[in-house]
């Protein structure tokens, strides 16, 4: 397979002869994706086959929070939306963007949840499950875990039971570039866990389960689509602007960490950033919900 670099030289060249773009825009292409690639190396991802939405969409707020004007992000979101669909079209990688969009102007920040919209959502969750519904529990494990770990989609989707601790209530997760971490989780993700290892997952279970954690209603492995869909019906019933997938669960739990008190190197090893410059944006976001409960609560602000 190869490399990253690899594809988007394949890719310049194929849009050079095919297309007949001017200089200048496959010049525009070459710094763009240059740009993504760099990136992408800082997160371990240095092959085409490994790239995912996320790792785009955590490009662009890169770029947003350093000031990027508008035109440029959407420029660059046109851009890799461009490489994958090539990539996909040729079979040699997923056409991971095609969902990417700009952000919207004068917005660089992801959507974090308030405390009182978790609390929300879990009360929603647990009273879903009161039935003993298999697949409430799973939404409800799922959520919990999201929000306890700040662990990817694409992580979730792929943990085993083996992954588990419960004595340390710490998870094993294959992260970005197939680099292994280890992250915790409290006391009401363990209790959510339980109850849908226990009481949700033999309902499902089927022989070709294995020892996926979590399973679909066909007994498969769950797939990042269905926690999407969980994601987006729980965040549109809180308050609050931006994407409603499960990406915003990890914004979330890692502003709540800094919000109290948490150091930005361990939020960097919690959530498995290679480099200290991705995890920073959430003191920006800390220090943006600062300001604005300071603007509205004091009598000078």
Not at 106 to 113: C, I, K, N, T, Y
Request: overall charge neutral; charged content about 25%.
């Amino acid at each position: 397979m190869a490399s990253l670099d690899e594809q988007i030289d394949a890719f310049l060249r194929a849009i050079d002869l095919e297309r007949g773009l001017s200089p200048n825009t496959v010049k525009a292409y070459a710094a763009d994706l240059q740009g993504f690639a760099n990136f992408a190396e800082e997160q371990g991802v240095t092959d085409a086959d490994e790239l995912d939405l996320e790792l785009f969409r955590d490009w662009l707020w890169r770029a947003s929070e350093i000031g990027a004007a508008p035109a440029t992000i959407a420029r660059r979101a046109a851009s890799a939306r461009s490489f994958t669909a090539w990539l996909q079209r040729r079979g040699y990688g997923p056409d991971a963007a095609r969902r990417l969009k700009s952000p919207k102007t004068g917005r660089s920040l992801p959507r974090v949840v308030t405390s009182d919209g978790m609390h929300g959502i879990f009360d929603h969750l647990h009273a879903l499950a009161a039935g003993s519904d298999p697949k409430a529990l799973r939404d409800l494990a799922i959520i919990e875990l999201l929000y306890a770990s700040g662990i990817r989609v694409s992580e979730c989707c792929s943990l085993d039971l083996g992954d588990l601790d419960f004595e340390r209530r710490t998870l094993r997760v294959m992260g970005k570039g197939s680099k292994e971490r280890v992250a915790p989780f409290g006391a009401p993700a363990a209790e959510a866990l339980r109850d849908w290892i226990q009481r949700g997952r033999p309902a499902l279970a089927k022989p070709r389960s294995g020892d996926a954690l979590f399973l679909g209603v066909r007994g498969g492995r769950v797939d990042p689509r269905s926690i999407y869909e969980l994601t987006r019906r729980e965040l549109e019933a809180v308050p609050g602007s931006g994407p409603s997938g499960p990406h915003a669960l990890r914004h979330t739990a890692a502003t709540h960490l800094l919000d109290g008190g948490a150091d930005l190197r361990s939020v960097q090893e919690l959530l498995g950033h290679a480099s200290l410059g991705t995890t920073q944006i959430y003191t920006h976001v800390s220090a943006d919900r600062l300001k604005a409960a300071y603007q509205q609560a004091h009598p000078r602000a």
